[in-house]
């Protein structure tokens, strides 16, 4: 299966504990998206990348969360001194530079739990 | 700042029979709209997206849907449901800001089927 990736696919943790997500985006997709979803919500933009360039970030990505793309494939994202209100699904999706505004292809997400 | 609504966070219909999903957008410039769906424990799968051109669209696994600027909607249809297509469907508007490429998306409605 050469879709894209996501590990791990359920994470608890406690309240102040840091987490990292990893994303394998599909292999020739040089743009990669996080977004993060609550329940009863639709999927909000947290961050982009193009190739390992991070070109925008939402205000929704406070201090505690970064991401990085180190070498324009994989990406991870951390998120430090977790709270109960980063309970959540975080969705990767990448998609193909050849077409504009080309289909984002998401990932089957990571479910954070924090207690 | 762009925008999706849709006003029924949950619709249920009979297996063969019709269906219509709502989906209103707020969006400066012409629109690039997308309808996925998201079945439990699955990723988001794109049905259709519409970029410009004629404004009926066809998708995966029997969906349609219709671009109206006057109306600012972009509605999503199938002639007939299935058992399977019970899942959240959602709505998103594209557009690109700076050099982003992020997807808004509406709350989401869920399809039950019966039988």
């Known amino acids: 299966d050469t879709g894209v990736s996501q590990d791990p696919r359920h994470k608890i943790t406690k309240r102040g504990q840091n987490v990292t997500f990893r994303c394998d985006p599909i292999?020739?997709?040089?743009?990669l998206y996080w977004y993060r979803q609550t329940l009863g919500q639709g999927p909000e933009f947290l961050t982009y990348?193009?190739?390992?360039?991070?070109?925008?970030k939402s205000r929704l990505l406070s201090d505690r969360f970064s991401a990085e793309r180190p070498k324009g494939s994989f990406s991870t994202l951390e998120i430090q001194r977790t709270e109960q209100g980063d309970s959540a699904m975080y969705l990767c999706?990448?998609?193909?530079?050849?077409?504009?505004?080309?289909?984002?292809?998401f990932g089957p997400g990571t479910r954070l739990t924090v207690l | 700042a762009q925008s999706v609504t849709q006003p029924d966070i949950h619709i249920t219909v009979s297996e063969g029979a019709s269906l219509e999903l709502r989906c209103n957008y707020s969006y400066g410039a012409t629109p690039y709209l997308f309808w996925y769906v998201q079945s439990p424990g699955q990723g988001l799968q794109l049905l259709l997206k519409?970029?410009?051109?004629?404004?009926l669209v066809q998708g995966i696994k029997g969906f349609e849907a219709e671009f109206k600027r006057s109306q600012s909607s972009f509605n999503l249809r199938k002639p007939s449901v299935h058992w399977s297509d019970a899942a959240e469907y959602f709505c998103a508007v594209g557009g690109v800001w700076g050099t982003a490429s992020k997807l808004t998306f509406g709350t989401g409605t869920r399809l039950q089927v019966t039988l």
């Open positions: 990348f193009q190739n390992e360039a991070q070109l925008e």
């Open positions: 292999s020739e997709h040089n743009r």
């Open positions: 999706a990448s998609s193909s530079p050849l077409v504009r505004m080309a289909e984002q292809f």
């Open positions: 519409y970029f410009s051109g004629d404004t």
